[in-house]
């Protein structure tokens, strides 16, 4: 039999080096012996990372939904497969079995092919934490549109962005939503984005809060009826192997967003056995995963990654801090969560606010804790470790990116030892290296270098939404035969890997990824800006904030700063979202730069961070003058 399921450190070992010494057969028992496949494949990889070419079990037919949901009915027809949990603790939670998912999903599915959607077509989802959100996805994956969530956190001008980046046709959304005591007005913000989109036919409106929304006559449908109407049966469409299943969105550091398009065949068989085997889950567990499922760690460990094992997996639409700072807890209580996975934003946001708020709970059923997101520190790793799990859950820290689609390097709980603040070990598979800057790779342990994997996985992205010459740019330039991660990472004496933070202009704010060039593009639209920076600094709860340097075109102009710093905050809340604002604005009168003109960052981040005994060389800077200025006048 296959090694589907890990269970002690040397079979971790044995499985680990099979699947490096012969990965096409090591992935070819695990796909075959696993799911469903309408059709198994001629050749199970075949790949190129200099043109960049990466194709999983080619010639292989299937359905994931057929596999998420289909096969567990004849077992698990009656087991919880969604437990939704509102954002009111008042209101009951929901359990959505198997057999109902079914139902729900194939009768949403035959809505979108009765508006109009085709194999192929793309269909943005911007909906909250609801049913509706994960019963979108899977509707559209069962009929073969390809799915583009957009964190419903998101402003209009970033979802029009990513709508017209990918050529939706139909946008699913909600007449609003719930986030702790307020509410947000989804529909709204959809309207604002659909006046630049002219290719979006149809607007499906879950109701979820009741309020007062205009609806365009020909455009926007209210959900409910239609599905009321449908027939909950709808044959699965049969995709090949390497047929996009999504396109997510995430940051770059220069220009827009990427959309990451990932494949059905190996993204399937990745996140189910990463979710088996780096959650340890078993029969009748109950599985919660905070994240929200328009980020990558809510499609492959909130959808597809549970529900391909027949895991009940828990769907939280509130926040941590409703109606007061025990809500988490309250939940696991409720719920008798037993694999619990966050980010470490929250883990700090927590741990400020003392430990009675976990005792009022019985944290008894947790057997697992997850951290993913950014770097955790040894803080709170500790008070993680020693409040939640009480000392006896493992934590995984585990490593991985919206571009690797699955997990890639974490401890397995009660397989390997972990370590506070490190990732641990490859998953079974993955081949990560370290190079040093000359592109030499860094053998041996102890060494502290640019992370590098040098082998494909089954759920890499394959490209990004048109504009491949940028995927092969962004992630297989830097290093020949190489995928770049943009990460730093040491290795440790036993080879132990430690993620040392992004390398690149990417900055990690409450475990969102952000790009500084966006961010500074719209501030640059204020008419009295001339130019700015943005870097991070340390943040006891957000891990990294956003410190933004300004220079104003007239530097003499006595504008009131205060509410230049409101100005500039509403603007970046307008273009990107709220995640993305400034926790600092300095105005200066001038950015240190390289006589190429590229802004020296790095000094700027030292700055922001406090760290200013050693600036490093500036004898190349064009204007080191600005240097003092700035430094005297730091927040
Ligand atoms: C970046 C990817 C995939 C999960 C959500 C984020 C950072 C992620 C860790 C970790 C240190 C981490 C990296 C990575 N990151 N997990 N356990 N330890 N850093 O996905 O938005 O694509 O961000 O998040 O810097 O490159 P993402």
């Known amino acids: 039999m296959s090694n589907y399921h890990i269970k002690h450190l040397e079979e971790y070992y044995q499985v680990y080096r099979k699947s490096i010494r012969d990965p096409e057969n090591f992935w070819e028992e695990i796909a075959g012996e696993h799911f469903l496949w309408r059709k198994k494949w001629d050749k199970v990889l075949d790949w190129d990372f200099k043109k960049p070419e990466i194709k999983w079990f080619e010639g292989a037919q299937l359905n994931i939904t057929e596999n998420c949901i289909d096969r567990h009915l004849t077992t698990k027809s009656d087991q919880t497969a969604i437990l939704f949990e509102p954002n009111d603790p008042n209101e009951e939670a929901e359990h959505i079995t198997y057999g109902q998912l079914h139902k729900r999903v194939n009768q949403f599915a035959n809505v979108l092919k009765e508006q109009g959607v085709k194999r192929g077509d793309r269909v943005c989802i911007y909906v909250p934490m609801i049913p509706e ?17 957009v964190f419903a956190g998101f402003s209009s001008k970033a979802l029009a962005t990513r709508i017209n980046d ?25 309207d604002e984005a659909l006046k ?27 959900l409910q009826p239609l599905l009321d109407k449908a027939s909950y049966k709808c044959k699965a469409e049969i995709m090949n192997a390497e047929d996009p299943l999504f396109i997510l969105y995430t940051s770059g550091s220069t220009g827009k967003p990427k959309g990451m398009v990932h494949t059905t065949g190996g993204y399937m068989v990745y996140t189910a056995y990463t979710f088996k085997n780096a959650f340890q889950y078993k029969e009748n567990d109950v599985y919660w995963c905070t994240a929200d499922i328009g980020w990558i760690t809510g499609h492959s460990y909130i959808v597809y990654g549970p529900l391909a094992n027949g895991a009940t997996t828990v769907l939280f639409e509130g926040v941590p801090s409703y109606p007061d700072f025990g809500r988490f807890w309250d939940i696991v209580d409720k719920h008798k969560v037993n694999q619990f996975y966050t980010a470490p934003t929250a883990i700090r946001a927590l741990a400020k606010q003392g430990v009675e708020l976990i005792q009022k709970y019985d944290l008894s059923s947790l057997k697992v804790l997850g951290s993913v997101g950014e770097p955790i520190n040894e803080e709170a790793w500790h008070w993680y470790n020693d409040n939640v799990g009480k000392s006896k859950s493992p934590i995984i820290d585990s490593w991985w990116q919206t571009e690797t689609g699955g997990i890639m390097i974490t401890p397995i709980p009660y397989v390997t030892p972990t370590k506070p603040t490190y990732a641990t070990l490859p998953f079974i598979g993955i081949q990560p290296c370290l190079m040093d800057e000359e592109g030499k790779q860094l053998k041996g342990n102890q060494v502290d270098g640019r992370l590098c994997i040098k082998f494909p996985w089954p759920s890499i992205a394959r490209t990004i939404w048109g504009n491949h010459q940028r995927y092969k740019e962004t ?7 190489m995928y770049f991660t943009g990460d730093g990472a040491l290795r440790d004496e036993v080879g132990y890997y430690r993620i040392t933070g992004r390398v690149d202009d990417v900055i990690i704010v409450s475990g969102h990824n952000l790009g500084t060039a966006p961010i500074e593009d719209a501030i640059n639209e204020h008419p009295a800006i001339s130019e700015s920076a943005i ?12 410190y933004g340097y300004i220079t104003l075109k007239d530097a003499g102009e006595s504008r009131n700063h205060e509410n230049l710093r409101k100005e500039i905050n509403q603007l970046i809340s307008d273009r990107i979202g709220p995640i993305s604002k400034l926790d600092k604005i300095q ?4 950015l240190p730069k390289t006589r190429s003109g590229k802004i020296m960052r790095r000094i700027l981040r030292k700055i922001a961070s406090k760290d200013t005994s050693n600036l490093g060389d500036t004898s190349t800077l064009l204007n080191p003058e600005c240097v003092q200025d700035i430094m005297d006048n730091a927040l």
């Not at 046709?169 to 529909?187: C, E, P, W």
């Not at 992630?475 to 035969?481: G, K, M, P, V």
């Not at 105005?587 to 001038?590: A, L, P, Y």
Request: glycine share 10%; hydrophobic share 40%.
């Open 196 to 222: 630049s989109c002219k290719g979006v036919q149809t607007v499906l409106v879950a109701k979820r809060i009741n309020s007062e929304i205009t609806m365009k006559a020909g455009r926007d449908k209210w």
């Open 587 to 590: 105005f200066t009168t001038g």
């Open 475 to 481: 992630y297989f330039s830097a290093y020949d035969n």
């Open 535 to 546: 870097v991070g600094f340390p943040h006891d709860i957000k891990g990294s904030a956003l």
């Open 166 to 190: 990918s050529d939706c046709k139909m946008v699913i959304t909600a007449d609003g939503s719930y986030r702790g005591s307020k509410t947000i007005d989804l529909k709204g913000i959809v």
């Open 133 to 149: 959100l994960a019963i979108s996805l899977l509707a559209c994956a069962r009929i073969g549109a390809i799915h583009s969530v």
